[in-house]
């Protein structure tokens, strides 16, 4: 049987990998339960298709951010946007497939991006959040320059932290704040839930009272 993930964690390896273990490390010391993935190391067999699998099976993703995770410009900014969009819903096998292909070409896939692009496609089950790490500036989503098929990543709610060796260890800070955005998370999706059920209760009743004055004509002409 699959196992699921509480959190799977995605980042720049030449950017923020650094921060993505030490991350790994303060969640499983805030709840040793946590089922996470977060290392490509740690995959068995094709890394590729088994780190798409993941995400799928994951309940919360959080993204890491740093000064040079994304450098779009205007000149690139709608680069593969298909390609991205595609891999975004397509079936494991179709990924594997494009992958191959993509080898034989000596193309190179963004699989951030992609991890990005695929949690983005299931907010409905998966709850996203970034975690912005800078250096000199704090900056704000809404002004990243981000493709289409992620730019989805500016309606989550996100963490900041300054990024700076003299603050290593207020990096723990910021794991209630990670924390509770997946609590708002998971307290928005039972809002969601609670809604739709209200819904088809309200239809149901409609349903019941349309049959019951039907029934209610029905016997006023039986008995004229």
């Known amino acids: 049987m699959e196992n699921n993930y509480d959190i799977f964690i995605s980042y720049r390896t030449d950017d923020t990998s ?12 805030y709840n040793r339960k946590w089922n996470i993935s977060y290392d ?7 890394w590729h298709i088994e780190l798409i699998r993941r995400i799928d099976l994951s309940k919360n993703v959080i993204v890491l951010i740093g000064d040079e995770t994304f450098n779009y410009n205007k000149e690139n900014l709608n680069d593969d946007v298909e390609l991205y969009e595609y891999l975004s819903t397509a079936s494991l096998n179709q990924i594997k497939q494009k992958i191959e292909k993509m080898q034989t070409q000596n193309r190179q896939l963004d699989y951030l991006r992609l991890e990005i692009a695929r949690a983005l496609k299931k907010t409905d089950t998966t709850r996203i ?14 002004d990243l320059l981000l493709p289409k098929d992620i730019r989805g990543l ?23 704040s990670v924390v509770e955005k997946m609590k708002k998370n998971d ?3 039972i809002k969601y839930l609670l809604i739709i059920i209200i819904f088809f209760i309200i239809i149901a009743i409609w349903i019941i009272c349309q049959i019951y004055n039907d ?3 029905r016997d006023e002409e039986n008995i004229d």
Request: with cysteine; hydrophobic share 35%; net charge positive.
């Open 18 to 29: 650094e921060r993505a273990e030490y991350l790994y490390k303060l969640l499983h010391q």
């Open 40 to 46: 490509r190391k740690n995959l068995n067999g094709e």
């Open 129 to 142: 959040v970034p975690i912005i790490l800078y250096k000199n500036k704090i900056f704000d989503l809404q």
């Open 187 to 189: 307290d928005a999706v």
């Open 154 to 176: 500016k309606n989550c709610q996100s963490v900041s932290y300054h990024n700076h060796k003299k603050n290593s260890m207020l990096f723990d800070s910021i794991i209630e």
């Open 215 to 217: 029934n209610i004509h």
